[in-house]
């Protein structure tokens, strides 16, 4: 069974950066994701990277801003952070996936704790 930690959450000043990590154990990750979920809304896929071949998938907004990246030999997933907006505040999940692509949190397996990103403008 596969448990995840984030951590790297905190507070940063609009334009700013921050890079979140999220270290796994137990079981297989075939797909690690990052999601978030602002006060009084849905949780929302961020983006993902796929074990082995290194693809990535974005979220349309955080393209071009945000990267995803994997350290295989710490089992530890990043997501680095910048150009920060207000919009970007929430809590944000990693979470592990058996499927390519997908941005529906009903086909992740296994979620962490989260850790909350605050982006004051």
């Known amino acids: 069974q596969v448990r995840l930690w984030e951590s790297g959450g905190g507070l940063v000043q609009a334009g700013g950066s921050l890079r979140l990590s999220c270290r796994a154990s137990g079981g297989t990750q075939y797909v690690m994701a990052w999601f978030r979920q602002a006060p009084g809304m849905e949780r929302e896929f961020v983006a993902s990277v796929r074990w082995g071949h290194e693809l990535v998938n974005y979220a349309d907004s955080v393209k071009g801003r945000f990267t995803v990246s994997r350290k295989y030999a710490e089992n530890t997933v990043y997501l680095q952070m910048n150009s920060l907006k207000s919009e970007d505040t929430g809590v944000y999940y990693c979470?592990?996936?058996?499927?390519?692509?997908?941005?529906?949190?009903?086909?992740?397996?296994?979620w962490g704790q989260g850790t909350q990103v605050t982006v004051s403008s």
């Open positions: 979470a592990v996936t058996d499927f390519d692509f997908s941005h529906n949190e009903g086909d992740y397996r296994a």
